[in-house]
């Protein structure tokens, strides 16, 4: 699987977009772009995922570019509750299912 | 609203103890994952099973073993706890559909101490 690189933190305002960066220029045609959040002490939560066009739910968008190289994780109005350590990964279509946690970007949301 | 339960969310135990994690999930998935976490190291797949009675090794399974005996139930065992298996325990559950569909569904973690 592709390797992903993320910024280690960022500070966002509550109420404002938190735009979460993410490069993968190594990924290949059959590779999904997966993004998981982990609250303190909990276990990690899935948000969204993509392959080539952008996706929308109701916690966050996933813009990925056109060479796909590289995504944006937007949630479009964070919280408190948003604080978190999140994390971008890529996953071959054939992956038998092994997640594979880099160090993330650690988020935090002030009031 | 899916869930992962986990039977315990903190657990102390001596060393040479036998230990039992269980998993519960009600969302009728197939594959279910054993993973721990520790600062600095990551996430690290220890058990997984395709399925009732089926499991396969991860990355770590030296220490540990598990059982599948029905599909929502999923249990990890320390046959001898050691102090290096300290750690945070996580449970994850899959529904094994077509491509693309890899999320994952966790459980809230188990924070195993072994003194």
């Known amino acids: 699987d592709a390797k992903t690189t993320q910024p280690p933190s960022m500070d966002c305002a509550e109420g404002r977009a938190a735009n979460l960066p993410c490069n993968h220029s190594?990924?290949?045609?059959?590779?999904?772009v997966y993004w998981y959040r982990q609250i303190h002490s909990q276990g990690p939560q899935y948000i969204i995922h993509?392959?080539?066009n952008n996706e929308t739910n109701e916690m966050a968008s996933l813009i990925i570019t056109e060479d796909r190289k590289s995504s944006t994780l937007i949630l479009p109005h964070a919280t408190l509750r948003d604080t978190a350590v999140y994390y971008c990964i890529v996953i071959s279509a054939d992956s038998w299912g092994k997640l594979q946690f880099g160090a993330g970007t650690q988020v935090v949301v002030t009031p | 609203d899916v869930k992962v339960t986990q039977s315990s969310r903190y657990l102390v135990k001596r060393t040479g103890e036998k230990v039992f994690l269980e998993c519960v999930q009600d969302m009728d998935h197939e594959n279910m994952f054993w993973y721990r976490q520790d600062p600095g190291l990551g996430l690290r797949l220890i058990y997984f099973?395709?399925?009732?009675?089926?499991?396969e090794k991860g990355d770590i399974p030296e220490g540990y073993s598990v059982s599948r005996e029905k599909k929502e139930r999923f249990s990890l065992i320390l046959e001898s706890a050691s102090t290096n298996q300290t750690s945070m325990y996580l449970c994850?559950?899959?529904?094994?559909?077509?491509?693309?569909?890899?999320?994952?569904?966790f459980g809230p973690g188990t924070r195993l101490t072994v003194l």
């Open positions: 099973s395709y399925d009732v009675k089926m499991k």
């Open positions: 994850a559950s899959r529904h094994r559909g077509r491509v693309g569909t890899d999320t994952q569904y």
């Open positions: 993509g392959l080539k």
């Open positions: 190594t990924i290949s045609g059959n590779e999904y």
